[in-house]
């Protein structure tokens, strides 16, 4: 298969500190390629410098004349008064009709279309972005983590589109699951380098996990084997008639120490551990008829269920459909419109979200952190434990919060919420700056922990590895589904395979009509483009003419004559009348 990228012996450092280096791998057309690594391996700074974004130190990208690469950028580029779909059409050059069929793939109906695409909350953002890129058909793309602040409607349309996708990509995401179902190999990302598996992320673990359990067994094996020189060493180095045997053992022993192999061992963890709090018997959150919103303009209405101690509660539904919403009332960030909901007496509520890593203290350092946020009856042993866990090392404790990124604030945050011990733990899409083992040891950690979750999160690994419950917000309701998190993904793709279907009925006649309406625009913007011509002409024959009279006027400036004057001023207002023209149908153009 013809070449599309090469990647060779790629080197990276900010400010001194080493990203990776000796990043070798080529990419070939049809070639679809999850790629992982651990937080800070230089993900998102690879395909930077493949797009061209920034500049590697070493190496070399070469990108074939085949490759048409399109990147999903992370700060969007659209105009703040364009619709979104003004914003396709222009970023893509494609004509309305095919931009409004893929934008029907993400659910961008009309009623979205027309809105301006700045206006459009974080997940349509995302959508609109999303179509936007793959509208220009790129051969190779880079998705830099594309399903976070996805709902699971979006993500369960995106693999279908990436799976009938013709062509390559390489993506980076903590979801195992979504790499699971869009990706036929790996590249892992290290500090040393990367390695390219054959294979999809779940069989590149199990051989990654064989790999090292073969490669210590070896290790293992070489140490006994030192071993029982060593203590021939040690027993008759100092007798004369051994002497020389001794140091023939000494020998093999140092070419034993050559054959030992080096495993790099990363930061990592194997589990989180919350600590318990007293266990509770009775209901953790009881909803009685609430409705909730903005400035007294509701989003769901008559919201009714109880939540039991120790309960793990999915919140699922549509961007925008309010799931933040019900959390931020639940926590009193915002207050209920109607109705009413209490916690248990006494219960320590704990939050997680994008206001309170906001409202964060720059000045205060990431470990004083951790250790005023942690109960007092933990030690600190426990606090420095969870700061690895969150891939926190030493250094990174004596920070202040100030210097940290985005992303370790998020993790700074979510470590002290959890040694804070509380009852009841909210949190609004905690794995967004968590690479996936990490989030799959807080999976694992919040499905042991005796206290409530209530939770959204766009990662389904981490939702069905912990939710015991589900609420669905839809239609501006909040409904109690009575089925497991497998299961109501297993329905929810039926019923978009279903709407799909019915709407592939409806693609020619959408598509005929939507041609009609180009065809209407574009035999528009013809004629226009002809009197555009036209006056264009006109006018540069009536400069030509004003030219002339003025210079009459300055050859004969004793010979006044009224009627040249009259016609000098005519011929100014019919060529101010023309250019009016003229810009006015340049501006209709533009719109068009």
């Known amino acids: ?217 070896a290790n293992e094996s070489l140490e006994r084997q030192q071993q029982h020189w060593q203590e021939f060493v040690d027993r008759f180095r100092y007798k004369a008639s051994k002497a020389k045997q001794a140091q023939a053992v000494i020998r093999k022993i140092t070419k034993l120490e050559a054959k030992r192999i080096t495993i790099e061992h990363e930061a990592g963890i194997t589990r989180i551990i919350i600590p318990p709090i007293a266990r509770k018997n009775n209901f953790a959150l009881k909803i009685n008829d609430l409705s909730i919103g903005y400035d007294n303009q509701s989003i769901v209405t008559n919201i009714d269920f109880d939540c039991r101690s120790g309960e793990k509660l999915a919140i699922l539904g549509l961007n925008g459909s309010g799931k933040t919403t019900l959390i931020k009332t639940l926590t009193g960030k915002l207050n209920p419109l109607a109705g009413s909901f209490r916690l248990a007496a006494n219960s320590r509520l704990a939050y997680h979200g994008e206001e309170e890593i906001a409202q964060m203290n720059g000045q205060e350092q990431a470990g004083d952190f951790l250790r005023r946020m942690a109960a007092a009856d933990l030690k600190t042993e426990a606090v420095l434990k969870m700061a690895g866990d969150f891939l926190f090392s030493e250094e990174n404790l004596k920070k202040p919060i100030s210097v940290l990124s985005g992303g370790e604030r998020s993790r700074l945050l979510l470590a002290g919420l959890l040694l804070s011990k509380p009852d009841i733990l909210i949190l609004d899409e905690p794995t967004c700056h968590l690479d996936f083992e990490t989030t799959e040891a807080l999976a694992g950690g919040l499905h042991k922990f005796n206290g409530t979750v209530i939770f959204a999160s766009h990662d389904r690994t981490f939702a069905s590895l912990i939710a015991t419950g589900i609420v669905e917000i839809k239609n501006g309701q909040a409904k109690r589904k009575h089925e497991d998190y497998e299961d109501y993904v297993i329905n929810l793709e ?79 207002r019919r060529i101010a009348d023309k250019e009016d023209l003229w810009l006015m149908l340049n501006e209709e153009n533009k719109e068009n």
């Not at 690594?37 to 974004?53: H, Q």
């Not at 909350?121 to 051969?139: D, H, I």
């Not at 913007?525 to 009279?549: G, P, S, V």
Request: overall charge neutral.
């Open 1 to 217: 298969m013809p070449i599309l990228l090469q990647v060779n012996n790629l080197s990276k450092e900010y400010s001194g500190q080493k990203i990776f280096s000796g990043l070798s791998f080529t990419i070939s057309e049809k070639q679809k390629i999850g790629v992982i690594g651990r937080n800070g391996a230089g993900k998102s700074t690879l395909f930077k410098i493949i797009s061209g974004e920034e500049q590697a130190d070493n190496g070399e990208i070469i990108i074939h004349e085949e490759a048409n690469i399109g990147y999903l950028k992370q700060n969007p580029d659209w105009l703040d008064t364009e619709s979104a779909l003004d914003y396709l059409i222009r970023h893509s050059g494609r004509p309305e009709w095919r931009a409004r069929q893929l934008a029907s793939k993400f659910e961008l109906d009309a009623e979205k279309l027309a809105q301006t695409a700045s206006g459009l909350s974080g997940g349509w953002r995302m959508r609109l972005r999303l179509t936007a890129m793959l509208l220009k058909e790129p051969n190779l793309f880079l998705l830099d983590e594309p399903s976070n602040y996805l709902d699971l409607n979006t993500q369960i349309l995106l693999e279908d589109y990436l799976n009938s996708y013709r062509g390559s990509f390489l993506i980076i995401s903590h979801d195992r699951e979504f790499l699971k179902r869009t990706c036929k190999e790996t590249i892992e990302i290290s500090k040393t380098g990367c390695y390219h598996y054959p294979g999809n992320i779940e069989a590149y673990l199990a051989f990654k996990e064989q790999k090292l359990s073969t490669l210590i067994k």
């Open 494 to 572: 039926k019923e978009l395979a279903q709407k799909r279907a019915l709407e592939k009925t409806k693609l020619p006649e959408i598509k005929a009509e939507l041609k009609t309406n180009d065809r209407e625009k574009y035999l528009a913007n013809r004629a226009r483009q002809k009197e555009i011509q036209t006056l264009e002409k006109d006018l540069a024959k009536m400069q030509a003419y004003k030219t002339e009279l003025l210079e009459y006027f300055l050859e004969h400036y004793e010979n006044y004559r009224p009627e040249k004057v009259a016609e000098l001023e005519e011929l100014k």
